[in-house]
């Protein structure tokens, strides 16, 4: 566990906003700094900040979807050999941990658009990934799905980073078709952008998923956090197996 030398403060303007707006102070050596929750970027760059905050939250999304996984992997008889997963919005590891320890997994392989998640993984996880990519699945180059090709990935988890411009519906349709047919997907979403009201792309392209081929197995709505002004945010964990590519 990484010591943390901070102090978060939570002011009252911060707690009615919404979630893709709500930010902390913290302070270091008698200096306060505003971040907010969605820069993921200075959230890893601080030892201890993020996996500190999430605690605060009762975040409960990376061991819900991959208890949820787990689950759906032991009911279908289990698989052949152990799993080999991308964990896509990979951020400091928490999700990756949990796949190779509680879900056995050969290989997990770690994805951010955002070097400091790369870089707070190895400090904050070392020798959970067997390799971690900083890439943009929305624009992958060749080199990088080749690279990628070459794991044969059998299991895709994506927790907590679709939606509110993190990670957009393109790259997560690009992150399936790494997938193998007949592997495990697993991904949580939240509520809104299933929604009619949903401009996100997500809520159309899940739909296409399963009209192509993905397979529902399992989901739930739950309690993914609370907000910094105590609300609690709904979630939905989806769990499937995959028959062919998005396109």
Not at 2 to 19: S, V
Not at 52 to 65: A, G, N
Not at 77 to 104: C, H, I, K, T, Y
Not at 138 to 144: L, N, S, Y
Request: contains cysteine; charged residues 30%; proline residues 3%.
């Amino acid at each position: 566990m990484t010591e943390c030398h901070f102090e978060i403060c939570i002011p009252d303007e911060a707690r009615k906003l919404d979630q893709n707006e709500e930010w902390i102070e913290i302070v270091r050596d008698g200096e306060a700094e505003k971040i907010r929750l969605h820069d993921y970027g200075r959230f890893y760059e601080i030892p201890g900040l993020y996996d500190e905050l999430y605690r605060r939250l009762q975040c409960t999304s990376p061991r819900v979807v991959c208890e949820a996984l787990k689950s759906q992997v032991e009911q279908s008889g289990g698989n052949s050999r152990p799993l080999r997963a991308l964990d896509f919005g990979a951020g400091n590891g928490q999700v990756g941990e949990r796949l190779a320890g509680e879900l056995g997994c050969e290989a997990v392989v770690g994805l951010d658009i955002i070097p400091q998640a790369k870089d707070a993984a190895r400090r904050d996880r070392p020798g959970v990934y067997e390799d971690y990519f900083v890439a943009d699945l929305a624009r992958p180059t060749d080199e990088e799905r080749e690279a990628l090709s070459r794991w044969r990935f059998d299991t895709l988890v994506t927790v907590a980073a679709l939606g509110y411009g993190d990670i957009g519906a393109e790259a997560f349709a690009n992150a399936y078709d790494l997938v193998e047919d007949g592997g495990w997907v697993a991904f949580n979403i939240k509520d809104r952008f299933l929604s009619e009201k949903d401009e996100t792309g997500f809520g159309e392209a899940i739909g296409s998923f399963v009209d192509d081929g993905f397979e529902l197995v399992h989901s739930r709505r739950y309690r993914h956090r609370y907000s910094l002004g105590g609300e609690p945010l709904h979630y939905h964990v989806i769990v499937g197996r995959k028959h062919a590519d998005s396109f």
